[in-house]
């Protein structure tokens, strides 16, 4: 079941990246020519892309295809393209109206039980439920997965809803879920003793709840019966000036198959909120962090921002090179990395089909000094592996960035 | 200021505790562009457990303490109106209570071009709501009626 699987969705990714293609026009796309090599035999890489996404707004937004059956069947399965790839947050979360299947949601003795994810801009609510869930060859049963928007839990708790803006839409959210497979196995460290407002048993009311571990949604990856202790973004250079779509592997597992060894990279580990120290214009930034989830180089400079609405992106008169230094929380060093800063209402104009935007840099406001978010671009042209707490590769142990 | 980890804010809290015994009923809590009375309910409503007050030049400060750890600061302008709200803490705060009625306008304000799930930029009128985190670090963020802020203020204090 398990290769006819694997080949339904690449056929499916196939048929989905053809479509892409022809949507995309002829504007330069940054994909290589000639076919992609094959896949492995073990299967453990996924094909993903930078594209428009499914809300057609999106931009350094890197997506992937996946699984999702109801727990122990083998055909009521549905492949869902467009889940964001995310190396800043943990668990799989699907959006509900592109989901086809009715997945089992989990229960405590109080009520079913139902989470309002606090991503930064907006807040997503919906069941925890379970689901057989394969990415590439690699297969994690009854996994516990967040179902945002789900139509059975309407009613949104007061303290959920004044967080912010709802974004339990594919228009809202920009992606048909998200898949994050940062560095850790769980986004909340505590929820099974602190209620932060996160997980709900939803009865005839919705009470904030602690969740026994094993009910939370965790990092899929550490669920696999396999290629389980990290993962790998491995994506190809883009020129300066951007493309329209960006397509490269993710590869399960560290130094667990050929196609997945370490070597002489630089080994970051971050700290416990998935954090690094970086070194910016003669500044010590210690709340920094590299994310496949951000869509730009965040920092906080004098360079001039964009008018509305663009407002978030800097607008330089003339392209910036600047410098960066990393240093892990293990003391190891990454020295004067360079990166360029464009003016983003012009390469937003010049190339209006245009999706991959390596120069693409955004404001963090003033007094908020301590962070340099360095987004997507940071992966462009490298092969960056993420190692989950507590696993030892042949270079280190877990939580890691690597490069 | 850097990001507060968990012993700063313990150490605030302390001083909170303080300070809240010291200044006793002049203690008051406020709701972005109202005046600045003392509305008790406010902090039950948000569960607050800590409260402190602070002058500075041109403005004055109110500091809550969520159950969570979140720190919530409420500038006050010497008009006596609040002309900003900040916080920092492990997750965004219920802002309906600190914003008022320009909650409304935040959620209701268009979607940023380009927007992703680590920040927020909104400018909507006169309100202004900038914020950004991720999952297991702090999220840092406030709030700002831009033609109310004193004169003399830097937009830099505001967090």
């Known amino acids: ?403 | 200021m850097p990001i507060f980890k968990p012993g700063e804010i313990k150490i605030t809290a302390l001083l909170c505790a303080v300070l809240m015994t010291a200044l006793g009923p002049r203690i008051a809590n406020a709701t972005l562009g109202e005046p600045e009375v003392t509305v008790q309910s406010d902090v039950a409503q948000l569960r607050a457990s800590i409260e402190s007050s602070e002058d500075r030049v041109g403005y004055r400060i109110h500091e809550i303490q969520l159950p969570d750890g979140t720190l919530l600061r409420e500038f006050v302008a010497p008009d006596g109106n609040v002309f900003a709200v900040a916080w920092n803490g492990p997750t965004q705060p219920n802002l309906r209570q600190a914003l008022g009625k320009y909650f409304d306008a935040m959620i209701s304000a268009p979607k940023p071009k380009f927007a992703d799930h680590r920040h927020l930029q909104i400018q909507q009128g006169d309100l202004v709501v900038q914020a950004r985190g991720h999952m297991r670090a702090a999220f840092t963020g406030r709030a700002y009626l831009a033609s109310a802020i004193p004169s003399g203020v830097n937009l830099g204090d505001l967090h």
């Open chain 1, 1 to 403: 079941m398990v290769p006819m699987r694997a080949l339904r969705m690449g056929l499916g990714a196939a048929l989905c990246l053809a479509a892409i293609s022809c949507g995309g026009g002829s504007g330069g796309s940054g994909i290589s020519s000639g076919p992609p090599p094959p896949p492995p035999a073990t299967s453990n890489v996924a094909s993903v892309i930078v594209d428009q996404g499914p809300s057609g707004n999106s931009v350094n937004a890197l997506f992937t295809s996946v699984t999702v059956c109801v727990p122990g069947s083998t055909t009521s399965c549905q492949t869902i393209d467009h889940i964001q790839v995310d190396t800043g947050s943990f668990g799989l979360r699907l959006l509900a109206p592109v989901l086809t299947l009715t997945l089992p949601v989990e229960t405590l003795a109080s009520g079913s039980l139902v989470e309002c994810t606090k991503f930064l801009d907006g807040f997503s609510w919906g069941p925890v439920a379970l689901a057989d869930v394969q990415i590439a060859g690699e297969t994690a049963k009854s996994l516990p997965v967040q179902v945002i928007g789900d139509s059975r839990f309407t009613t949104v708790p007061a303290n959920c809803s004044g967080t912010g803006t709802e974004e339990d839409t594919v228009s809202a959210f920009g992606a048909n879920g998200i898949l994050g497979i940062g560095p850790f196995e769980f986004g909340c460290g505590d929820c099974d003793t602190v209620t932060h407002g996160v997980y709900y048993a939803c009865g005839t009311t919705c009470v904030e709840t602690v969740v026994p571990v094993a009910m939370q949604e965790p990092n899929p990856v550490t669920r696999f019966a396999a290629d389980n202790n990290g993962s790998i973004i491995d994506l190809p250079a883009v020129a300066a000036n951007g493309a329209v779509t960006l397509t490269g592997s993710l590869i399960f597992g560290i130094d667990t198959q050929s196609n997945n060894q370490s070597g002489t990279q630089t080994v970051l580990n971050v700290d416990n909120s998935a954090e690094l120290v970086m070194t910016f214009a003669g500044q010590t930034l210690a709340n920094s962090f590299i994310d496949s989830g951000s869509n730009a180089i965040f920092f906080a400079s004098d360079i001039p921002p964009c008018p509305m609405p663009l407002a978030t992106f800097y607008c330089p008169g003339s392209t910036q090179m600047l410098q960066l230094s990393i240093q892990g929380a293990n003391g190891v060093m990454a020295n004067n990395l360079t990166f360029n800063v464009g003016n983003a209402q012009t390469m937003l104009n010049n190339n209006q089909t245009f999706n991959v935007f390596p120069e693409l840099a955004g404001t963090l406001p003033a007094g908020n000094v301590g962070t340099f978010d360095y987004g997507l671009a940071f992966f462009y042209g490298k092969r960056v592996a993420v190692a989950v707490e507590g696993n030892k590769t042949s270079v280190g142990t877990g939580p890691y960035i690597a490069f």
